[in-house]
């Protein structure tokens, strides 16, 4: 018998703010100390996305209509171990299920399986006694459903409130908790639910203020008590060791790596994937297709799950050494599960956008909601799979391919056999299955991922046709003395493409705090700033130190230490070698090749540098360098700076390690640029204490104003990240616009950027002509690695950019008759 206090959070119907409750529960509950579990019934993805931010472990599922009745509470034990409670969020409403099943696998299903009490959430926004009336008849509805608490949501004023109490007493349902109308702990929403936490920036900073909310007005003890009626459950926890077998035999040495999607396009997939695929024997590896150039060293297999692609369509065709990459490993014979989005990232196309093309067929967006479970059989009629669908996208079929499933017996998806071996090794569908529910088949692709001859080989990353590239020496070399800045190149009656400041108004509420400042009489106080910023990345105070700019923060860094060997990751912003020449130092080089989209190698850095600085995403090839890449350059004795001035131009700031509080990583993060405040010169530096206080000491007193530190805790706001997501949503929109007037006009440029602006190669001479014809484009030929060929172009609104193409379709005409 195995203890464990647990409960279910579930609602009338949807809307009421389950969502909400759940995960303020789970992170209120953490917050006191507890170890907390977070399960989601039914087979959504979203949610347990964000109860693994709250609980600080995976989130899980428990659905019957997937895996069986026998496995739920082995699976709740298995996610609960070490757990001090567990928190289940309900599905729909209380007694809704798969449709024509009486309920089966709905959240009263579940919560008899697993003997937990139930706390209703109600929307109490439209009503008042009728809330009792409502919590009576889903009590009374089937027997062995324990409602033992209900908590209110979306309530007016306290006579609102005591009107409900009294209904409830009544009957005998103590009112355990009240959330007043409160918007700012909703997370955003698309057309298949709320928006991943992987995409959401501000995801963090909402669940601690949601939290901080449950906390005050939910009645934690009460709900502890209730948890803590639920009986021992006679069970063992669900242990992937035992569904599966390992691979043995094979005539590969080592485990075979799994390649696993990952990132903001591939958020689905249940936990208990990796973990069979684990016990199976792989090396389960993430790779990111929005960011990575290549698939994971050795990679024999690979698994794209559900996600978003639809959402970042742009971005994934952009990346083209990944999309040849999977394209190749395909062709290859690698064994491929693609599930939902994995099938539409291999299909030829989506919504026009170029995809890998190893599935023949094109998809598209519709209006109409694909949504349900399935039981579908292989071809091979190998027995029944249940799974589910939820999409709004449609695939043409091809005549002629082997169809993935029967369902109903009708054909679905992709079978296919790319390299001629004899047997599908693609499997691509719209269904999720949980493996958990059909085990076999994390032992049977792995299996295949063995038995490979070879591994998937990284694709060459050829950027733009070698013949019309500079191989660029990537051995150290000395820094260049060339201080050029992109507001040099512009002038009167010339429209900035040259300057990476958004042209976006200010928002009003930072123009306040502007304002605000310039009427205060003190001496600036960075205190308030310290916290905002803190609290914004989730660090200490003393981790924190506010500077004007990036500029004074490599300055600080320059002057810290002796440093014996600084290495400038190129090309680069100059601001870091003007500063380590100011202190005395002589920075050294490191250049990325054009022909390697500027790929980040740690091994190109000297093992004996001291202080490495490189930007990320880097300015001026809009590069965004992997977590793992940066972490590979940090090493015992080494100070490693990231400058994620940036940053917050990308959506969801994926790659960002500024919560990460690691030894000897610094973070320069800056403001200029998405709030347009050139001249307020606000910007912060994130390290550990000690390196802080080094470069504290550095620091004349009073060098940040009162302005920046004003602008410095507005701009750390939950309103400003959210604001920022929005900016760098339009900014993602408006490049996609850019770069296809410059694929339009014949020019070559660098594909993928994650900045608000391209590195491009129109040749030499272009820049001058575009400037006469009334158009600033940074020059690129004063960073280290480029020559007169490149220019760095902002990101304007589209019909800035069109007019570009025109001026361009002028332009280059005549500089190739000139060459």
Request: charged share 20%; with cysteine.
């Amino acid at each position: 018998m195995i203890r464990l206090p647990r409960l279910v959070v579930a609602a009338p119907a949807s809307g009421h703010g389950k969502t909400t409750v759940a995960t303020g529960l789970m992170a209120a509950l953490r917050g006191r100390g507890l170890a907390v579990a977070g399960h989601k019934i039914g087979p959504d993805y979203i949610d347990p996305g964000y109860h693994a931010l709250a609980t600080g472990r995976p989130g899980r599922n428990l659905d019957p209509q997937l895996v069986g009745e026998e496995r739920i509470v082995p699976l709740l034990l298995n996610g609960a171990r070490d757990a001090d409670v567990a928190v289940v969020e309900g599905v729909m409403g209380l007694y809704d299920g798969a449709t024509g099943r009486r309920g089966f696998a709905s959240t009263a299903h579940v919560a008899g399986l697993i003997g937990a009490p139930v706390v209703l959430v109600v929307d109490a926004s439209h009503a008042a006694r009728s809330v009792a009336a409502v919590v009576h008849g889903l009590a009374t509805f089937e027997p062995g459903v324990a409602v033992a608490g209900v908590i209110l949501n979306k309530v007016g004023s306290p006579r609102h409130t005591q009107e409900i109490r009294d209904a409830l007493a009544d009957r005998g349902f103590p009112l355990i908790g009240v959330l007043p109308r409160d918007a700012g702990v909703v997370a955003p929403s698309r057309h298949l639910g709320l928006v991943p936490v992987a995409e959401q920036p501000s995801a963090a900073a909402t669940i601690d203020r949601l939290a901080g909310r449950v906390a005050e007005h939910v009645d934690l003890d009460a709900v502890l008590r209730i948890a803590a009626t639920a009986p021992d459950l006679d069970a063992e926890p669900w242990d992937a060791s035992a569904q599966v077998a390992p691979v043995a035999g094979a005539p590969v040495a080592g485990a075979p790596v799994v390649a696993v999607a990952a990132g903001r396009a591939f958020t689905f997939r249940y936990a208990e994937t990796d973990e069979l695929l684990r016990a199976a024997g792989a090396r389960v590896v993430e790779f990111d297709p929005l960011t990575d150039d290549a698939l994971p060293d050795g990679t024999r297999g690979i698994y794209l799950g559900g996600g978003f692609p639809e959402t970042h369509a742009a971005e994934l065709a952009a990346n083209e050494p990944m999309l040849r990459a999977v394209r190749t490993a395909v062709a290859a014979g690698v064994p491929v599960v693609a599930e939902c989005a994995g099938l539409l990232y291999l299909c030829e196309s989506l919504d026009g956008t170029p995809m890998v093309g190893a599935v023949p067929a094109t998809a598209r967006m519709t209006t109409r909601l694909t949504l349900g479970y399935r039981h579908a059989t292989t071809s091979g009629d190998e027995g029944v799979v249940v799974g589910h669908e939820f999409h709004r996208t449609t695939v043409s079929e091809r005549a002629g391919a082997e169809p993935a499933w029967l369902l109903d017996g009708s054909p679905e998806g992709f079978a296919l056999d790319p390299a001629g071996v004899g047997r599908p090794t693609v499997h691509a569908s719209y269904l999720h299955t949980h493996w958990a529910g059909h085990p076999s088949t994390a032992e049977q692709f792995v299996a295949a991922a063995a038995a490979l001859t070879s591994p998937a080989s990284p694709s060459a990353r050829v950027l733009l046709d070698p013949d019309r590239v500079n191989q660029q020496d990537t051995r150290t070399r000395p820094a260049v003395s060339a201080w050029h800045h992109g507001d040099e190149e512009v002038g009167p009656g010339l429209v900035d493409l040259a300057v990476n400041v958004q042209h976006a108004d200010r928002p009003p509420w930072l123009e306040e705090a502007l304002h605000a400042a310039l009427a205060e009489r003190a001496y600036p106080s960075p205190a308030r700033a310290v916290d905002a910023i803190a609290a914004r990345h989730r660090r200490p105070g003393d981790q924190v130190l506010p500077t004007a700019g990036a500029a004074e923060a490599f300055t600080l860094i320059a002057r810290a230490r002796s440093w014996r060997r600084p290495v400038v990751v190129h090309p680069q912003f100059s601001e870091p070698d003007r500063a380590l020449q100011a202190a005395g130092r002589r920075p050294e080089h490191v250049v990325m090749h054009a022909a390697e989209r500027f790929a980040l190698d740690p091994a190109l850095v000297p093992a004996d540098a001291d202080l490495v600085l490189v930007g990320n995403p880097t300015n001026p090839t809009g590069r965004l360098h992997a977590r793992a890449d940066l972490h590979a350059l940090l090493r015992p004795g080494r100070v490693v700076v990231v400058d994620e001035a940036f940053l917050d131009a990308v959506p969801g700031e994926p790659a960002s390690v500024a919560a990460e509080q690691r030894s000897g990583l610094v973070v320069v993060r800056s403001l200029t640029k998405t709030w347009a405040i050139p001249g307020i010169r606000a910007g912060y530096l994130l390290a550990e204490p000690e390196l802080v206080r080094a470069f504290a000491e550095q620091q004349p007193h009073w060098s940040v104003s009162a302005p920046a530190l004003a602008a410095l805790v507005a701009c750390s706001s939950d309103a400003a990240v959210q604001e920022s997501e929005r900016r760098a949503a339009l900014v993602v929109e408006h490049r996609q616009v850019l770069e296809q007037v410059l694929a339009d006009a014949g020019v070559l440029f660098v594909p993928g950027s994650q900045a608000p602006f391209v590195l491009a190669r129109p040749g030499a001479g272009v820049r001058e002509q575009l400037r006469d014809n009334g158009f600033a484009l940074r020059r690129g030929d004063t960073f280290p690695g480029l020559d007169d060929t490149w220019v760095r172009i902002a990101v304007r609104e589209p019909a800035t950019s069109r007019g570009l193409g025109r001026a361009l379709v002028r332009a280059l005409p005549r500089q190739e008759a000139a060459s």
